[in-house]
């Protein structure tokens, strides 16, 4: 199915496109204004190579180019039609506003990432790409999981130090 190409401009002249306008303006206000992803500590210095798994439409990547010289960005979207809005976003933002110096291209490849090889299949929401998803049901699952009696500070320490990593699928703290 064809989507007619939806642009929007933000404050540094950068243009991107999307599948759905609320769902855009969320997701910039999340990674560019907010800096979701840049807090505690995080961030990426110059010749970093940033992996966007699911990755979407791509902001997120196009933060990090923006963010320092050099930065190799690779971003992984497994559904066509996101997919497709993912590679022109990253093919206009090469030559876009990032940081003086040279920044290699960034890589979009329709792949999934996971813990093994296989084909399976995906679902997309038409009204809210960004959630679709291999699993109908999981957004659901992991926030019940989220929900049980554990705090934010103990969940870090389990994904950051990698006791339990089957425990950090799908985390969102």
């Excluded at 995080?42 to 050099?70: H, M, P, T, Y």
Aim: hydrophobic fraction near 40%; charge should be negative; include cysteine.
């Amino acid at each position: 199915m064809a989507y007619p190409r939806k642009l929007l401009e933000d404050l540094q002249g950068t243009m991107f496109e999307y599948l759905h306008q609320d769902e855009a303006e969320f997701l910039y206000e999340e990674v560019f204004v907010r800096r979701c992803y840049f807090q505690h500590g995080i961030r990426v210095e110059e010749g970093a190579v940033v992996v966007d798994a699911g990755a979407n439409i791509g902001l997120f990547s196009l933060q990090c180019l923006r963010e320092a010289k050099g930065v190799q960005v690779f971003a992984f979207e497994p559904i066509p039609v996101i997919y497709d809005v993912l590679v022109r976003n990253l093919f206009n933002a090469s030559s876009g506003p990032v940081k003086e110096g040279t920044c290699p291209k960034p890589v979009a490849l329709r792949v999934a990432l996971g813990a093994e090889q296989a084909e399976e299949e995906f679902y997309f929401f038409r009204d809210n790409p960004g959630e679709s998803t291999r699993h109908r049901g999981e957004r659901g699952e992991q926030q019940q999981a989220l929900e049980a009696d554990v705090d934010a500070a103990s969940w870090r320490r389990v994904v950051e130090e990698g006791k339990h990593p089957d425990r950090a699928r799908g985390a969102r703290y």
